[in-house]
């Protein structure tokens, strides 16, 4: 792990599909605590961001030192008087540093950020993790403010190209805790991978989640912005990439990921919606908008977002909207249909 100050914003806003993409995603807001992850999954996409291929040993971990400069960071965006969804965890796990930052500036990270959005109650920070560093969160009273989200996946994958992480079963342990706890918790079960034994697999996974109740489960599956690019950075950083043998050789209607069968895709997508407790609100995450027709899924808030009217939703329907008024929207899509 190296330390370092960072240079550029701790809090940046994703750039979100363009004007004339059919992918149903919205730029959203990140905290960057840290850069890269101590772990190792095979199909990690930041293996091929070029700050870490010419920076390898920083893949592992970098953790910022001006700590007293991200919580004044944080403080100037609370005071926005918009409701907000901030997520930790877009470019580095969110909770796998937490015992750095104790070590390194004298108190967990969970520590020096949580207490800002739990004295307030417009926004919300979602942690996205893989980690089940929670000691240190577990010392503070829960608050609805921040919710604990943990990737999960069918044990086999969990073992198979997720090294360096905890089992899927050890990650539901910890959630469990939370919940217990009082803390607010969510999944992402993703990539889904079309194994041979996917169906008792991930039928395994969902009865845990079900089990738990989470506000939300987001899917996804395995996807990749260059069909050879991210299975070349996996050999040659030591990873299994057979997972990517998977991956079709054509991209989804959008042009944005390969992706597996679009077929499979769906499949896969509706087992998991249909067994779901029907009190979980399902989501996708930077899918197409094909495939939400297709699951006959509509949109009702996503990971990243406060929910279906978040203020980042409505600007960008708004500008949608403008654009084909204006003439300059051939081929934008109409707005996702909300749920009534």
Same mark, same amino acid.
Not at 198 to 225: C, D, F, H, Q, S
Not at 310 to 319: F, G, L, M, P, Y
């Given at each position: 792990?190296?330390?370092?100050?960072?240079?550029?914003?701790?809090?940046?806003?994703?750039?979100? %599909?363009?004007?004339?993409?059919?992918?149903?995603?919205?730029?959203?807001?990140?905290?960057?605590?840290?850069?890269?992850?101590? =772990?190792?999954?095979?199909?990690? !996409?930041?293996?091929?961001? %070029?700050?870490?291929?010419?920076? /390898?040993?920083?893949?592992?971990?970098?953790? =910022?030192?001006?700590?007293? &400069?991200?919580?004044?960071?944080?403080? *100037?965006?609370?005071?926005?008087?918009?409701?907000?969804?901030? $997520?930790?965890?877009?470019?580095?796990?969110?909770?796998?540093?937490?015992?750095? =930052?104790?070590?390194?500036?004298?108190? /967990?990270?969970?520590?020096?950020? +949580? %207490?800002?959005?739990?004295?307030?109650?417009? *926004?919300?920070?979602?942690?996205?993790?893989?980690?089940?560093? $929670?000691?240190?969160?577990?010392?503070?009273?829960?608050?609805?403010?921040?919710? !604990?989200?943990?990737?999960?996946?069918? &044990?086999?994958?969990?073992?198979?190209?997720? *090294?360096?992480?905890?089992? %899927?079963?050890?990650?539901?342990?910890?959630?469990?805790?939370?919940?217990?706890?009082?803390? @607010?918790?969510?999944?992402?079960?993703? @990539?889904?991978? /079309?194994?041979? #034994?996917?169906?008792?697999?991930?039928?395994?996974?969902?009865?845990?989640?079900?089990?738990?109740?989470?506000?939300?489960?987001?899917?996804?599956?395995?996807?990749?912005?260059? =069909?050879?690019?991210?299975?070349?950075?996996?050999?040659?950083?030591?990873?299994?990439?057979? +997972?990517? #043998?998977?991956?079709?050789?054509?991209? #989804?209607?959008?042009?944005?990921?390969?992706? +597996?069968?679009?077929?499979?895709?769906?499949?896969? !997508?509706?087992?998991?919606? #249909?067994?779901?407790?029907?009190?979980?609100?399902?989501?996708?995450?930077?899918?197409?908008?094909?495939?939400?027709?297709?699951?006959?899924?509509?949109?009702?808030?996503?990971?990243?977002?406060?929910?279906?009217?978040?203020?980042?939703?409505?600007?960008?329907?708004? &500008?949608?909207? *403008?654009?084909?008024?204006?003439?300059?929207?051939?081929?934008?899509?109409?707005?996702?249909?909300?749920?009534?």
């Amino acid at each position: 792990m190296k330390l370092a100050e960072r240079g550029s914003n701790f809090i940046r806003q994703f750039g979100g %599909p363009g004007e004339d993409s059919q992918i149903v995603c919205f730029k959203f807001w990140q905290l960057v605590v840290a850069g890269g992850c101590p =772990y190792r999954c095979a199909y990690c !996409f930041l293996q091929t961001v %070029p700050w870490f291929r010419f920076r /390898p040993d920083e893949l592992y971990g970098l953790v =910022y030192t001006n700590v007293e &400069e991200m919580v004044a960071e944080i403080t *100037h965006w609370l005071d926005d008087p918009i409701p907000k969804m901030m $997520i930790v965890g877009e470019l580095q796990d969110g909770l796998i540093f937490d015992s750095a =930052y104790k070590k390194t500036s004298g108190e /967990p990270l969970t520590h020096r950020v +949580i %207490p800002l959005f739990a004295a307030q109650k417009r *926004h919300r920070l979602i942690f996205l993790t893989k980690s089940t560093q $929670i000691q240190h969160a577990l010392e503070l009273a829960p608050t609805p403010q921040v919710v !604990f989200s943990w990737s999960v996946n069918a &044990e086999e994958i969990g073992a198979k190209w997720e *090294h360096g992480t905890p089992l %899927p079963s050890e990650r539901f342990a910890a959630a469990e805790k939370m919940k217990k706890a009082g803390w @607010p918790v969510r999944f992402r079960l993703d @990539p889904m991978i /079309p194994y041979a #034994d996917w169906k008792r697999g991930y039928a395994e996974a969902i009865k845990k989640i079900n089990a738990l109740l989470p506000e939300m489960v987001t899917l996804g599956a395995l996807r990749a912005t260059s =069909y050879n690019g991210l299975r070349n950075a996996a050999k040659a950083n030591g990873r299994d990439e057979t +997972i990517f #043998d998977y991956l079709t050789e054509t991209k #989804d209607p959008s042009g944005f990921k390969y992706r +597996i069968p679009f077929d499979t895709q769906v499949e896969m !997508f509706r087992f998991a919606v #249909d067994r779901l407790k029907s009190s979980i609100k399902p989501a996708l995450c930077k899918e197409d908008r094909a495939l939400w027709k297709a699951l006959g899924m509509k949109f009702d808030g996503c990971h990243c977002l406060l929910g279906r009217n978040d203020a980042i939703v409505k600007k960008r329907n708004t &500008e949608m909207e *403008h654009a084909r008024e204006t003439g300059h929207g051939i081929g934008i899509g109409k707005p996702l249909p909300v749920l009534a």
